[in-house]
């Protein structure tokens, strides 16, 4: 596609339901990249998939948080038993290298009432 | 563990004027840097990418510098305009190589004021 696309854009959820969040990369890149966004805060990683390799899911703050990537493309993050403190923004963006310049969707705007 | 750091965290500026906006990095064995554009709730937007061996890179206005000898990096925006009224991020990939995760400064708001 022409740029990084996420769905929902925004979500809402009652505390203690399991969300999914989707991520379509640019069309070729290999890399793929989640991170979090609460207000007013930095960026905070979460996962990161390359090619065929082992992910690095050093960022996902606790065992309620997983992703996977399909055919090496498609990717969902899932949370379960959301609590509050999860409401943010959650960002996708991919990148191919060696250029490695990220692009990011627009993001999925999470809030757990 | 790598940090960058972004100071002030917010810049005021008339129309016009040219700013330069900083980027500090603790280990000066990065990969490449970049710099992004947030506007409010939306995603970020990449302005410019500087590769290690590269000293600078330069798009219309906007102007990136890297100095890894001393761990900074710079953007300078030329006559700003209200329009580049934004959030402005750098990250850092590490020198590990182009398998790697980035690293996110805080970020400066900038307000550029007509």
């Known amino acids: 596609g022409a740029g990084v696309s996420q769905s929902p854009s925004n979500k809402v959820t009652e505390k203690g339901k399991d969300v999914e969040l989707r991520c379509d990369p640019i069309s070729g890149h290999t890399a793929l990249y989640w991170y979090r966004q609460s207000l007013g805060q930095g960026l905070e990683f979460l996962i990161y998939?390359?090619?065929?390799?082992?992910?690095?899911k050093s960022g996902l703050p606790s065992d309620r948080f997983s992703a996977e990537r399909t055919g090496g493309s498609v990717s969902t993050l899932t949370i379960q038993r959301t609590q509050q403190e999860d409401s943010a923004v959650y960002l996708c963006?991919?990148?191919?290298?060696?250029?490695?310049?990220?692009?990011f969707g627009q993001g999925t705007r999470l809030t757990v009432v | 563990k790598q940090e960058v750091t972004q100071i002030p965290a917010a810049l005021s500026v008339p129309e016009g004027e040219n700013l330069v906006l900083n980027c500090s990095f603790t280990?000066?064995?990065?990969?490449?840097l970049q710099w992004f554009r947030q506007d409010p709730g939306k995603g970020l937007t990449s302005l410019l990418l500087?590769?290690?061996?590269?000293r600078e890179q330069t798009s219309g206005r906007l102007n990136a510098s890297l100095d890894k000898s001393s761990g900074r990096s710079t953007l300078y925006i030329a006559a700003s305009q209200p329009g580049d009224s934004a959030t402005y991020l750098c990250?850092?990939?590490?020198?590990?190589?182009?398998?790697?995760?980035?690293?996110f400064g805080k970020g400066i708001t900038l307000s550029v004021r007509p």
């Open positions: 500087i590769q290690s061996s590269q």
């Open positions: 280990d000066s064995a990065i990969y490449n």
């Open positions: 998939f390359q090619g065929n390799s082992a992910p690095d």
């Open positions: 963006a991919s990148s191919s290298p060696p250029r490695t310049e990220a692009f």
């Open positions: 990250a850092e990939r590490p020198g590990t190589g182009a398998n790697s995760k980035l690293t």
